[in-house]
């Protein structure tokens, strides 16, 4: 005897019961950092400024916590990825020998060769997109806001040690790094050159403007260029580039902090990031599941309660099947539908793990204080703040030095 159609359906939601099969990910080919060739001269190698990136936290939804969640924001782990993930980037230009000092400085470190902004579009352990703007002491654009991004290198996951030898988003830092190589190499070696004495006379002409007002000027290009170089003996020039030592000094303390603070959190953000991609990874897996289970179980329902006889009336042996089978389809299409629920229910478990590792990754990521010739900065959201107040204190300690006077304001 002929078994019916509806047979079939049953057998359909009891394969949908199964689950569907996800393909590994393969380990993503790398991308390397251009490494100098030949060794730069000293009048060309241009220092490189790493403000601390912005969060990227969306406005409209800051205070929204479930939309944030449905977003895989965790504001707390975003606000040390604005020192961890500029310290990565950081990390990669400097072992390509390509530029001098790079460092990790609060946005209100301006007097640098070169400026590089960026914003966080997007960081989970599957995915990161960062937005760089790169500009020079000049006011040359390099970087004109370009998004980079890219997904985790899977293979960096599997052990601790080859989480520490390679970042999983180290392609998105060296593709940045070689772009930066890229715009560098469009100016020729008098152009480098005047990079590094326009930021330097900027820095000058900001503590002193009226000392130091004659030697810059716009061009017609729109960019900084120098009118003339102070003479070699001039004493202002000396007292300034002795303020510029003590502010360096200071910009290398900070940098310093912001490279111990990702030290500190490596192994435990590292740990956050892979556990994060396997959680995300479990919650699409069930998703996918539960949309299918779902739709091929209420198919499965359906066809049982509307599927057409196929049997004659004074066929009971027939009847008798084919009633078991419209039995077996609305069982096994509830079943399935039921499963299907329930994998949604375990998606969100799964989210729930990555907000409670973000909770406790940001358990390590405290304040830290450091002592600055005599003065207690604490390095946190009011590092803007702080810097700030010493490049004013640069500025007491320069009239000071002028006048031979001590100021009243020296030390705010």
């Not at 970042?167 to 190589?181: G, K, R, S, T």
């Not at 050159?193 to 000392?211: G, H, I, K, N």
């Not at 179980?297 to 009336?313: D, H, M, R, T």
């Amino acid at each position: 005897m002929r078994l019916p159609r509806i047979f079939s359906t049953a057998l359909l939601a009891v394969f949908a019961l199964a689950g569907c099969m996800v393909s590994d990910t393969r380990p993503l080919a790398k991308v390397d950092a251009v490494q100098a060739k030949t060794q730069i001269a000293e009048a060309e190698l241009l220092d490189i400024a790493i403000h601390e990136f912005d969060p990227g936290i969306p406005v409209a939804i800051a205070d929204d916590t479930e939309a944030l969640d449905k977003k895989r924001i965790y504001p707390e782990v975003r606000k040390a990825e604005t020192r961890l993930l500029a310290t990565r980037l950081k990390s990669t230009l400097e072992s390509s020998g390509q530029w001098g000092a790079v460092r990790v400085v609060p946005a209100s470190v301006k007097f640098v060769d070169v400026i590089v902004n960026g914003r966080i579009v997007d960081s989970t352990g599957v995915h990161l997109a960062l937005e760089i703007e790169a500009i020079d002491a000049a006011g040359r654009t390099w970087l004109a806001k370009k998004t980079y991004s890219g997904d985790a290198d899977v293979g960096t996951y599997k052990t601790d040690a080859a989480l520490r030898a390679r970042d999983p988003f180290q392609n998105v830092y060296a593709q940045i790094a070689n772009d930066l190589v890229a715009a560098r190499d469009k100016l020729d070696a008098a152009q480098r050159s005047e990079l590094r004495q326009v930021a330097r006379l900027r820095f000058a002409r900001d503590l002193a403007p009226q000392a130091f007002a004659g030697y810059l000027t716009k061009g017609a290009d729109g960019l900084t260029h120098l009118a003339r170089l102070p003479a070699a003996d001039d004493p202002a020039v000396a007292r300034i580039d002795k303020i510029r030592e003590r502010d360096t000094a200071l910009i290398d303390t900070i940098d310093g902090y912001n490279a111990g603070f990702s030290e500190k959190l490596f192994d435990s953000y590292g740990g956050f990031r892979r556990t994060s991609r396997d959680a995300i990874d479990r919650e699409e897996k069930t998703k996918s599941q539960a949309r299918t289970r779902t739709v091929l179980g209420a198919a499965a329902v359906l066809a049982g309660i509307f599927a057409k006889a196929n049997c004659s009336p004074t066929d009971y042996a027939c009847q008798r099947l084919e009633s078991a089978a419209r039995t077996a389809a609305a069982v096994g299409g509830v079943a399935a539908v039921m499963s299907g629920i329930k994998k949604y229910s375990d998606a969100k478990v799964a989210a729930q793990e990555v907000k409670e590792l973000a909770n406790s990754f940001q358990n390590e990521a405290t304040a830290q204080v450091v002592e600055v010739e005599g003065r207690t900065l604490k390095l946190t959201g009011t590092a803007e703040e702080r810097y700030r107040e010493w490049r004013k204190l640069l500025a007491g300690i320069y009239q000071e030095e002028t006048s031979g006077t001590a100021g009243a304001t020296i030390n705010p």
